[in-house]
Nanobody, 123 residues
Framework: QVQLVESGGGLVQAGGSLRLSCTRP????????MAWFRQTPGKEREGLSS???????IYADSVKGRFTISRDNAKNTLYLQMNSLKPEDTAMYYC?????????????????WGQGTQVTVSS
């Protein structure tokens, strides 16, 4: 099964920034609607942001104004720039690709997933 590869997670203090990356050699990511999700234990995977092949973006209210999704087609990479991080942003972060239509934030509607990268924000 095709797996995306995330990187860039880590430990950061509240107010700090991180940039997550997602790529997959051999898969032309620019063809797909892609998204970032996060999940904490016992909770359902939460949609954070999505981007179309044309660059249209949408954000969840919880991250709007703090997180920015982007893609570099030349590098075949998806990014999530996270600023003004809060302790409640602590979670495992996942990228997803190949949206099958419907509500963009529904994780069940994406076909390709990465293994996740942990983000921990200390207070």
């Amino acid at each position: 099964q095709v797996q995306l590869v995330e990187s860039g997670g880590g430990l950061v203090q509240a107010g700090g920034s991180l940039r997550l990356s997602c790529t997959r050699p051999g898969l032309n990511l620019h063809n797909y609607v892609m998204a970032w999700f996060r999940q904490t234990p016992g909770k359902e995977r939460e949609g954070l942001s999505s981007i179309t092949p044309g660059g249209d973006t949408i954000y969840a209210d919880s991250v709007k104004g703090r997180f920015t999704i982007s893609r570099d087609n030349a590098k075949n990479t998806l990014y999530l720039q996270m600023n003004s991080l809060k302790p409640e942003d602590t979670a495992m972060y996942y990228c997803a690709a190949d949206f099958r239509g419907g509500t963009w934030s529904n994780f069940r509607l994406y076909f390709y997933w990465g293994q996740g990268t942990q983000v921990t924000v200390s207070s």
